[in-house]
């Protein structure tokens, strides 16, 4: 007999009798029954015989064991299994119709899921009307086909499996007419085409009748048609059913208008999941925003706003695009963020943040360090321009490599401005004078070793006519001081390991392509070739080929026929660079000086002659038009220049007024070669 409360049994007489139940008897019951509430907790004979007695319960320890407390609702599998069986109860015990009017299909596809039970309740057929109530949940979604019932109509839609190889990933290829979704692979591998071959396998009574459905699949950027054999084999086996030509021919009919109500229903639903993900999208983005806006407000909090922002216009920190992308999947998150999730990603958004800044800075530090070369080099350059190039002016390599200028370039802070300018009016004179005395010394010893002299010559030497040098790179002849302009001696890297790295900072191979490396007379070698051209045009202008300058060469401006190329009815006729061309070195040359000689040759390429080669004006050092020199002189310095020709100046003319020009050492002066043909009688030269 099982046993009862005595307060159990007051209660029940109270109720009977309607006599309420006072504390002080319901004390004594407890007092003389010695039970107490916390029946539930006492375990064994030993603790009720204690209970009996009115003393404490004494728990006893064991040996070799540890205290494990269980929690008040049991493990988890059994507050589980405890929570799965009230849903159940909750299922069976409440009207289906209050538990499901607020889901939509998708919902009770997966409830039915969750247990067997649940399966079994909701896929009986007397709860049909459920899933068509939870159809009608859903706004503008199509009706359901006939060929599907409810929970394969549901399937269909919120499904996210591949039909053929239960891929666990999203599938979102919905093949509306066929009933299905199937992922991309299963389509190429497992789907026939829609094709001769496909339908030439069908019945021929209606292969063309146009009742087999079809679907267009974008596979990359290649759209193809496909077929479904299990639609033919149940067509086939429907078809060879009927006996009677009379109801295969309605068989077809039939079929005809269901493949246009196939057709049609699948125009609406691939219209409706279009909306359904564009909508999905749109509150995903709107969660992803939400997150956004508020890690970036607690970001803001704690200092890294501004980097954030930073991060964000990318531009020209893409070398570092892969703490964005972690940053970005961190942020980017379509859920809600909560204290718990902010504590957890705290700490990597502070450490992505803290790299990137460091990264950042690094990048701005080169990108002000390139900005102080270019700004160095355009200052420089304007010096240049209005300096007097007759002599040796440093490369543009020497000016970026010096310690001065380096040195203002990279220990200037980030933040500072530098006036390059006021730095080279103050700084240049002196590195001038330092560095050409330097490389005219080393152009010296050069002509010491070229001639094998034991005695280094001087620096008047370096002017004459016969000290022509020549490139071994480009071949190419030049005087002095043309090759201080030679873009070949640019081509070199810097002796200090530090000034090639920090130049190799502003341009990769600035020694090469962008010839920005520091002069040097390396490419350089007194030339062997030129030489005797040379000294015969000044032994037949009657000079002395030792002493004679190359100012002097200019002044006379002989005019020079080349008797080997010349002919009975034409002459061949010449300026004196013609020494710099290898088209005349072996040939025999005649100097014409006289003054109707050149009158002649003077109209000539007045006819002939229309390239306008840059010399300099004397007097401001601005580079000007051979043709234009006149014009130059009239309207800048006619103050102080008075020409006696009023008519223009050409290359013929340019001895006569030597003291107003000189020709631009920084072209090659191959540029002032001229030659032309002609049959006038007295620029013909009697071969000597």
């Known amino acids: 007999m099982s046993r009862r409360s005595l307060r159990i049994q007051v209660k029940a007489t109270a109720i009977q009798t309607h006599t309420p139940v006072p504390k002080e008897s319901s004390s004594a019951i407890t007092t003389a029954g010695q039970k107490r509430v916390r029946e539930s907790t006492s375990e064994g004979p030993e603790s009720l015989e204690h209970e009996e007695k009115g003393r404490p319960l004494r728990k006893k320890s ?34 289906l119709d209050v538990i499901f009017c607020h889901l939509d299909p998708g919902d009770l596809l997966r409830l039915a899921r969750t247990s067997k039970d649940l399966r079994g309740l909701l896929m009986s057929k007397s709860l049909e009307a459920i899933w068509r109530v939870a159809r009608a949940n859903v706004e503008g979604l199509p009706p359901r086909p006939n060929d599907l019932n409810e929970p394969q109509y549901a399937r269909l839609i919120y499904d996210a499996y591949c039909y053929v190889c239960n891929h666990k990933g999203r599938c979102e290829n919905v093949l509306w007419r066929f009933r299905a979704r199937v992922c991309k692979n299963c389509v190429i591998t497992v ?3 829609y ?14 009748s146009d009742i087999l459905p079809s679907e267009v699949v974008w596979v990359g950027n290649t759209s193809i048609t496909v077929a479904s054999n299990k639609w033919a084999t149940r067509y086939k086996a429907e078809y060879e059913a009927l006996e009677t030509p009379a109801d295969r021919e309605q068989w077809i009919r039939r079929k005809q208008k269901d493949l246009q109500e196939i057709r049609e229903h699948s125009h609406l639903c691939r219209k409706w999941n279009r909306n359904r993900l564009d909508q999905r999208a749109i509150e995903l983005n709107n969660l992803r925003d939400h997150r956004k806006t508020d890690i970036l407000a607690r970001l ?53 943040l803290s790299n990137h800044r460091t990264a950042r800075l690094e990048i701005e530090t080169v990108h002000v360090i390139r900005a102080r070369y270019v700004q160095l080099s355009q200052a420089y350059q304007h010096i240049n321009s209005q300096s007097d190039c007759r002599e040796p002016l440093p490369a543009i390599g020497d000016i970026l490599t010096a310690n001065v200028f380096e040195n203002l370039i990279w220990d200037t802070p980030v933040e500072e401005q530098v006036d390059f300018s006021a730095k080279l009016s103050e700084h240049l004179p002196h ?59 640019f081509r070199n890297k810097c002796p200090s390991k530090i000034s090639h790295k920090r130049m190799e900072t502003f341009q990769s191979h600035y020694y090469d392509f962008h010839e920005y490396g520091p002069w040097t007379s ?14 015969t045009i000044i032994k037949l202008c009657s000079l002395d080929p030792t002493t004679t300058t190359i100012q002097e060469l200019y002044s006379a401006n002989p005019l020079i026929q080349c008797v080997t190329c010349s002919s009975d009815q034409k002459s061949l006729c010449l300026w004196w660079p013609i020494v710099f061309s290898r088209d005349h070195w072996k040939h025999v040359l005649e100097i014409n000086m006289s003054k109707k000689s050149k009158k002649a040759a003077k109209r000539i390429l007045r006819k002939i002659d229309g390239r306008n080669d840059p010399i300099c004006c004397v007097h401001c050092h601005q580079e000007v038009d051979m043709s234009k020199l006149q014009q130059h002189l009239v309207e800048s310095h006619k103050e102080t ?21 000189y020709f631009n050492p920084r072209r090659p002066i191959q540029s002032l070669y001229r030659q032309f043909y002609s049959s006038a009688p007295s620029l013909r030269v009697a071969h000597q």
């Open 300 to 352: 803001g909090k704690i200092g890294w706003r501004e980097e954030v922002e930073h991060m964000e216009k990318r531009g020209m920190y893409r070398t570092h695009e892969q703490i964005y992308f972690e940053y970005a999947r961190i942020v980017n998150q379509s859920r809600n963020l909560t204290e718990e999730g902010w504590v957890n990603i705290k700490d990597e958004l502070v450490e992505l």
């Open 522 to 535: 390396r490419a350089l070698v007194l030339s062997d070739h030129c030489l005797p051209v040379m000294q």
């Open 641 to 661: 220049i008075i020409l006696d020709t009023p008519t223009p100046l050409h290359t013929s003319d340019l001895g006569d007024i030597q003291e107003h020009w």
């Open 195 to 208: 094709n001769d071959d496909y339908l030439d396998k069908q019945p021929p009574e209606y292969r063309n």
């Open 431 to 489: 590195f001038i004078d330092k560095w050409r005395l330097a490389k005219i010394q080393e152009l010296l010893m050069l002509v010491q070793k070229s001639k094998r002299g034991s005695t280094l010559p001087v620096v008047s030497d370096l002017y004459l006519a016969t000290s022509i040098f020549e490139c071994i790179q480009c071949t190419k002849a030049m005087h002095y001081p043309q090759m201080f302009y030679h873009r070949c001696c």
């Open 191 to 193: 789907l026939p085409l």
């Open 62 to 95: 064991r040996k070799g064991t540890s205290k494990i407390t269980q929690p008040a609702g049991g493990t988890g599998v059994e507050r589980f299994k405890s929570a799965r069986g009230k849903l159940e109860r909750l299922a069976k015990d409440v009207p």
